[in-house]
């Protein structure tokens, strides 16, 4: 879970970054998705809870403490 996690943590920070830049969010949001699948069984409920209501900048501030 640790691998995905930070994976997800640097997603989430390029993604943030990338919206402030307005660039393509695209390919972020896809592997976002596909690390919830991965992270669904172990991860903590909260951190699910975010990331299912797309509140992904709480989702990140969760990560940060972890």
Not at 8 to 22: D, F, Y
Request: hydrophobic share 40%; no cysteine; charged share 30%.
């Amino acid at each position: 879970m640790q691998v995905e996690t930070a994976e997800l943590r640097q997603t989430l920070e390029t993604m943030l970054s990338r919206i402030e830049t307005g660039e393509d969010i695209l390919e972020q949001l896809e592997r976002i998705d596909a690390l919830y699948q991965d992270l669904t069984p172990t991860a903590p409920k909260m951190l699910l809870h975010y990331l299912e209501r797309k509140s992904y900048t709480k989702a990140l501030e969760l990560l940060k403490t972890l």
